[in-house]
């Protein structure tokens, strides 16, 4: 007898992730990659922090925390809000957890039912969309393209017929690395607060602007739920520790799906993350790399004859219209790393539909990544 598979574990595979696969399956084989395919900084915490980091090891049990997560990284961010964006947070508002994707579904679960509509921008980061899809939600997008810049606007949202039950925005974005200016924010914040719409604001790419700061939803309203992470601008992808700023009302029923989804974060992973707080102007620098590359990468894609990209305000992401060359993105970046060992993301990732058309090329590797993959990509194309 055949057993069968849940219909919410279905849905479409995260292509960076699978693309990343497939790199490592070649750099198994003894290839040298470029990886340009995901979100993943070259450079990890600074070697002073790991060394105060080994000093906890050592003397810290390691057990598990309150589900909430500990309470000296809890202030910490709090303090780090003061700080960064002169937002006062209350550290019993911050809940800790599994990486940005575990808040996602924290703030998903706690705040919709099974068929609400929450709106998502088009392109956008594919896990909101499948993450939503498998928790019973609909989402539902709403394209933003050149003629916008590629941002969120508050008019494009009262368009959206019938109206909304929640909404999800990322400035900077992924994959556009737009940001929203801070009027424009207000603007969408008030939007939702008139017409109770729940906003979800993924902030993650915080910290990562070539311009303007990005604005913090935190300090515009107290009903929104703000995501972010340790894994971008602090470059702790694999420990997997991220947070929320949560309303009140959500506070307990996020902390009741905790308990029982996952108990609580990695603990030594929060340990870590009170040592990054600490060591933030470390991270600052890495951004001056990023700037560079990004530079680098925008002279040298119009030469491959990919000249029409998205403004890269932010994050570490060219999102580039490769129409010129294929209408087959998805078979065009399998061809890229299999000819060249230079790994990058079909827009059909962010954007089932015009996603076809376009790729996106990640920038936080190191210079000599970058610089050795536009030399492969100009003698292949």
């Keep these: 007898m055949t057993l069968?598979?849940?219909?919410?574990?279905?849905?479409?595979?995260?292509?960076?992730?699978?693309?990343?696969?497939?790199?490592?399956?070649?750099?198994a084989q003894g290839a040298h990659v470029c990886h340009l395919e995901v979100g993943q900084p070259a450079s990890g915490l600074p070697p002073a922090a790991l060394a105060e980091l080994g000093k906890t090891l050592a003397t810290e049990r390691m057990g598990y925390t309150v589900a909430q997560g500990i309470e000296p990284l809890r202030h910490a961010l709090a303090d780090m809000y003061d700080t960064v964006y002169g937002v006062s947070v209350d550290p019993e508002r911050i809940v800790l957890t599994c990486g940005s994707s575990g808040g996602f579904v924290l703030a998903i679960l706690a705040a919709f039912e099974p068929g609400d509509r929450v709106g998502i921008t088009c392109p956008g980061y594919p896990a909101y969309r499948h993450m939503l899809s498998a928790l019973g939600c609909e989402p539902v997008p709403i394209r933003v393209d050149a003629r916008t810049g590629y941002r969120?606007?508050?008019?494009?949202?009262?368009a959206v017929d019938p109206p909304l039950d929640g909404l999800i925005v990322?400035?900077?974005?992924?994959?556009?690395?737009?940001?929203?200016?801070?009027?424009?924010?207000q603007a969408i914040m008030t939007v939702c607060d008139a017409r109770g719409i729940r906003l979800i604001s993924d902030e993650i790419y915080h910290g990562l602007t070539y311009a303007d700061p990005a604005t913090t939803v935190a300090g515009l309203s107290p009903n929104p739920i703000v995501v972010n992470s340790f894994s971008k601008f602090y470059c702790m992808t694999g420990w997997r520790l991220g947070w929320v700023v949560a309303p009140a009302e959500l506070l307990r029923p996020m902390e009741c799906l905790a308990q029982n989804l996952y108990i609580s974060p990695p603990t030594l992973s929060q340990h870590a993350g009170i040592l990054a707080l600490r060591h933030r102007a470390d991270f600052d620098v890495l951004r001056e790399t990023y700037a560079r590359n990004r530079a680098l990468l925008s002279a040298a894609l119009p030469e491959l004859g990919i000249r029409h990209f998205a403004p890269a305000d932010g994050a570490f992401y060219l999102y580039a219209d490769v129409s010129d060359i294929t209408s087959d993105s998805l078979a065009f970046c399998e061809r890229m790393l299999e000819e060249t060992g230079v790994a990058t993301t079909p827009g059909l990732d962010f954007d089932d539909g015009e996603g076809s058309r376009f790729v996106r090329?990640?920038?936080?590797?190191?210079?000599?990544?970058?610089?050795?993959?536009?030399?492969?990509?100009?003698?292949?194309?």
């Design 4 to 27: 069968k598979i849940a219909r919410r574990g279905q849905i479409p595979p995260f292509l960076a992730m699978d693309f990343l696969r497939a790199a490592a399956r070649r750099e």
């Design 361 to 381: 090329f990640s920038f936080c590797t190191t210079t000599a990544e970058i610089e050795e993959a536009v030399r492969r990509l100009k003698a292949w194309l």
């Design 170 to 185: 990322a400035s900077p974005a992924n994959p556009t690395g737009t940001v929203i200016p801070g009027p424009e924010m």
């Design 152 to 158: 969120l606007t508050a008019a494009a949202l009262e």
